[in-house]
């Protein structure tokens, strides 16, 4: 053994023997028990792994390690998220494809990904991520997408999914409809205008934060509350005319207002008011308008009272149907404009900041959203509600607080899942052509069917059905793709080796058999969209959960505290960490940090790390140069008292350490073996016994071998570059075996030596 660990040597011989000569070691054959898989989350093929990956993939492949010593079959699955806006816009703009051609842009989309994959994989595999490399999926394998195609018409079959005209989130700079998991409110400087609507001699007052939208007011509510007319003339709440020194004339009770209609300002148009519980007294006037569509509120109303519907803004974010000097104008140049138009009308403009809903899930859009009614594919999801409810109980949460977030989605959940992304080319498509005004799927062995690709079989349904049509602007949600990973990783173990497979019924049934699967571990950003569809997905698939235990990381941030973006310049390069130290110094920064919080990245703690990996290897050496020889079937009958004490307390360290893996604690558990490793065996035991160690005392000497080897299969799931270095340089000859992996902790356990010296 060299003085000091070359750790770039090591990493290569070490990898070498992973993923080429025994790539074998990490391969699951799913008929052997006892099982233990883990549904990993599939990296959204950006081309660039950054920390958020290094640290989930660290967590599991510890846990994948672990597991494996502990005797189990384990299956780590390594996959691909591969469809998504963010690859179109650089196809787009990087690649300078033209989205006319959707074949080529596909075509192109397509190696784009692949590249994006190579590079990731490489630093995964650096990592020393344990993957099973026989069943890696993509989600654009023509099997995956066959299989989210399968259980998508399996959904549309059981009345699931239907199509229909609704108001959905509009993106108009990603010109696509989203659904309410990649929206969010975001608080945004704005306006509040005051506008006099006339009703006969007097004017009843509104207050609205969208007064460019003033063509598609189809109504005016207000609350079953007392009103007041003031000496202006102007109707509004008591509360307004109160709060602003109005001198009030007469109290106007709202059944006095129901249904009387009054005229809009400009468009001269009639609408009616309403009354009705769930307007506001509180704000504004207490009085608003409904326009088609300002808020969800305005689809619930105009749902509830059969208004009118009016759109005045295109899926470009700009103003139609409207007056000759707003059309054509953007939201934000319209609403300027009206209140120039407005002035006589106006009875003030007070600058307000509100939340406005914006297409958050992207940060390099975070456009404010439009509600604009389309024609999409939709899931039901809001019946369920309840059941989830009761499914996620079931489900064990590290750290339990997780759940809640869980929960508070699905009880703010108030949409059915829209599931149509319109205008998108890099996605999969739909399984469904339109005969007649109805849906309907397209044949099993058709799957997966792609009517921009697939020209043959489109002529097909042509020939047999006449005039059909089929969705060729539409592409799936990507979660549609993601949220079925559980069903997904055990189909392809079913099916390793099986390209373009038809028997999908066949698997997708077998592969129920294996559900739940044992852990899902993702961050806590992604609960209300991955966490939840795969939950939504799998049980409604399967009738089975997903996973018995979710285990949930928070956010990486930086050394200055922020979140870590490529965009603040603040991020690290997982490669860059393990060039300057070593993979095993990253990967005791990504163990130290504890779940659910979010956790900040430092040099120290790489540093921290690093100097630990160089601890163990002295000790190693120390035992390398004296202990080679012995033999652990040598073990002499009698120990010394401070072999037996030091014996002890590594048993006493490894109860403490298989409880703490119950709960997945790996930070506690790395500092209760650092403690032992560094203070009771290095600068404890091996200082005490150097002169026995000197004369060769046997006693100690095993001992020392002894304590070593128990040490490396404990650390191995933390440290597996070094420890497997070291297992290989002394231990490898006397086990006969290539890896520590292939050895169990039991066979090593005290059990089996300790207590014959008790
Ligand atoms: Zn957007």
């Known amino acids: 053994m060299d003085k000091r660990p070359d750790y770039k040597t090591i990493e290569i011989e070490i990898r070498d023997l992973w993923f080429n000569k025994r790539k074998d070691l990490f391969r699951f054959d799913i008929s052997k028990d006892p099982k233990y898989v883990i549904d990993t989350p599939p990296p959204f093929t950006s081309g660039e792994a950054h920390m958020g990956h290094a640290l989930g993939f660290v967590w599991m492949d510890f846990i994948a390690r672990f597991k494996r010593l502990e005797g189990y079959n384990v299956y780590f699955p390594l996959g691909f998220d591969c469809h998504g806006l963010p690859t179109e816009r650089k196809v787009e703009n990087k690649l300078r494809i033209k989205r006319e051609d959707k074949i080529r842009f596909l075509e192109a989309s397509r190696e784009w990904t692949l590249k994006s994959i190579e590079s990731m994989y490489n630093t995964f595999l650096r990592l020393g991520c344990s993957f099973d490399l026989y069943k890696v999926y993509k989600t654009m394998d023509k099997k995956y997408e066959a299989l989210v195609q399968y259980t998508l018409i399996k959904m549309f079959n059981e009345g699931l999914v239907?199509?229909?005209?609704?108001?959905?989130?509009?993106?108009?700079?990603?010109?696509?409809?989203?659904?309410?998991?990649?929206?969010?409110?975001?608080?945004?400087?704005?306006?509040?205008?005051?506008?006099?609507?006339?009703?006969?001699?007097?004017?009843?007052?509104?207050?609205?934060?969208?007064?460019?939208?003033?063509?598609?007011?189809?109504?005016?509510?207000?609350?079953?509350?007392?009103?007041v007319e003031t000496e202006d003339s102007l109707i509004v709440s008591r509360v307004f005319a109160e709060k602003n020194n109005l001198k009030i004339k007469r109290i106007i009770k709202p059944e006095e207002l129901n249904g009387r209609e009054l005229e809009i300002p400009l468009i001269k148009r009639k609408v009616k008011i309403y009354v009705?519980?769930?307007?506001?007294?509180?704000?504004?006037?207490?009085?608003?308008?409904?326009?088609?569509?300002?808020?969800?509120?305005?689809?619930?109303?105009?749902?509830?009272?059969?208004?009118?519907?009016?759109?005045?803004?295109?899926?470009?974010?700009?103003?139609?149907?409207?007056?000759?000097?707003?059309?054509?104008?953007?939201?934000?140049?319209?609403?300027?404009?009206?209140?120039?138009?407005?002035?006589?009308?106006?009875?003030?403009?007070?600058?307000?900041?509100?939340?406005?809903?914006?297409?958050?899930?992207?940060?390099?859009?975070?456009?404010?959203?439009?509600?604009?009614?389309?024609?999409?594919?939709?899931?039901?999801?809001?019946?369920?509600?309840?059941?989830?409810?009761?499914?996620?109980?079931?489900i064990k949460f590290y750290p339990e607080e997780m759940r809640n977030r869980l929960i508070n989605w699905i009880e703010s959940m108030d949409q059915d899942w829209n599931i149509s992304r319109t205008k998108l080319i890099w996605g999969l498509a739909f399984p469904f052509f339109k005969k007649d005004g109805r849906i309907h799927p397209v044949e099993m062995e058709d799957l997966p069917f792609d009517p921009r690709r697939d020209k043959e079989k489109v002529e097909k349904y042509r020939k047999k059905y006449g005039n059909v049509e089929f969705f060729e602007d539409e592409v799936l949600d990507v979660w549609i793709e993601s949220s079925i990973t559980p069903i997904a990783i055990i189909y392809y173990a079913l099916t390793e080796g099986l390209e373009?497979?038809?028997?999908?019924?066949?698997?997708?049934?077998?592969?129920?058999?294996?559900?739940?699967?044992?852990?899902?571990?993702?961050?806590?950003?992604?609960?209300?969209?991955?966490?939840?569809?795969?939950?939504?997905?799998?049980?409604?698939?399967?009738?089975?959960?997903?996973?018995?235990?979710?285990?949930?990381?928070?956010?990486?941030?930086?050394?200055?505290?922020?979140?870590?973006?490529?965009?603040?310049?603040?991020?690290?390069?997982?490669?860059?960490?393990?060039?300057?130290?070593?993979?095993?110094?990253?990967?005791?920064?990504?163990?130290?940090?504890?779940?659910?919080?979010?956790?900040?990245?430092?040099?120290?703690?790489?540093?921290?790390?690093?100097?630990?990996?160089?601890?163990?290897?002295?000790?190693?050496?120390?035992?390398?140069?004296?202990?080679r020889e012995v033999k652990f079937k040598d073990k002499p009958k009698e120990l010394e008292e401070e072999d037996v004490k030091i014996l002890d307390s590594l048993r006493d360290i490894i109860n403490k350490s298989l409880e703490l893996m119950k709960e997945y604690k790996f930070q506690e558990y790395l500092k209760v073996w650092r403690k032992f490793v560094?203070?009771?065996?290095?600068?404890?035991?091996?200082?005490?016994?150097?002169?026995?160690?000197?004369?060769?005392?046997?006693?100690?000497?095993?001992?020392?071998?002894?304590?070593?080897?128990?040490?490396?299969?404990?650390?191995?799931?933390?440290?597996?570059?070094?420890?497997?270095?070291?297992?290989?340089?002394?231990?490898?000859?006397?086990?006969?075996?290539?890896?520590?992996?292939?050895?169990?902790?039991?066979?090593?356990?005290?059990?089996?030596?300790?207590?014959?010296?008790?």
């Open 500 to 627: 373009d497979l038809k028997e999908i019924k066949k698997y997708f049934e077998e592969s129920i058999k294996y559900l739940p699967v044992d852990l899902r571990q993702q961050g806590y950003e992604i609960i209300r969209t991955w966490l939840y569809d795969t939950l939504f997905r799998v049980k409604v698939l399967t009738g089975r959960l997903p996973w018995r235990e979710a285990l949930i990381n928070g956010m990486v941030l930086a050394e200055d505290g922020r979140k870590m973006s490529k965009s603040l310049g603040n991020s690290v390069d997982p490669n860059e960490v393990m060039d300057k130290y070593s993979p095993d110094a990253l990967r005791y920064w990504a163990l130290m940090a504890s779940y659910g919080d979010d956790y900040r990245f430092t040099w120290k703690d790489i540093e921290t790390g690093q100097s630990f990996m160089i601890k163990l290897w002295n000790i190693a050496r120390y035992v390398y140069l004296n202990c």
């Open 162 to 227: 239907y199509r229909g005209k609704k108001p959905v989130m509009w993106c108009p700079k990603c010109k696509t409809a989203i659904s309410m998991q990649e929206a969010g409110y975001i608080e945004r400087e704005g306006i509040l205008a005051y506008i006099k609507l006339k009703l006969e001699n007097k004017f009843v007052l509104i207050a609205t934060t969208r007064p460019e939208m003033i063509s598609s007011c189809v109504g005016v509510f207000i609350a079953n509350r007392e009103y």
């Open 276 to 394: 009705d519980e769930n307007v506001d007294y509180n704000f504004g006037t207490g009085i608003v308008w409904v326009c088609t569509y300002g808020d969800f509120m305005d689809i619930e109303w105009r749902e509830k009272y059969k208004l009118q519907e009016i759109i005045c803004i295109n899926e470009e974010g700009r103003i139609v149907n409207s007056l000759g000097e707003l059309n054509g104008l953007t939201v934000e140049e319209a609403r300027k404009k009206v209140l120039d138009l407005l002035k006589d009308y106006l009875y003030r403009v007070e600058k307000i900041n509100h939340n406005v809903l914006t297409h958050t899930e992207r940060q390099d859009c975070l456009s404010s959203l439009e509600l604009i009614p389309k024609e999409q594919f939709f899931i039901k999801t809001l019946e369920l509600k309840e059941k989830l409810i009761e499914w996620q109980r079931e």
């Open 678 to 758: 560094w203070e009771d065996f290095a600068n404890g035991y091996l200082e005490r016994v150097k002169e026995r160690v000197r004369n060769k005392d046997i006693k100690a000497l095993w001992t020392l071998k002894y304590v070593l080897r128990v040490i490396l299969s404990f650390l191995h799931p933390a440290f597996p570059y070094i420890t497997e270095k070291i297992y290989r340089e002394i231990y490898k000859e006397e086990e006969k075996k290539d890896s520590i992996l292939e050895t169990k902790f039991s066979e090593i356990f005290m059990e089996k030596f300790l207590n014959n010296y008790k």
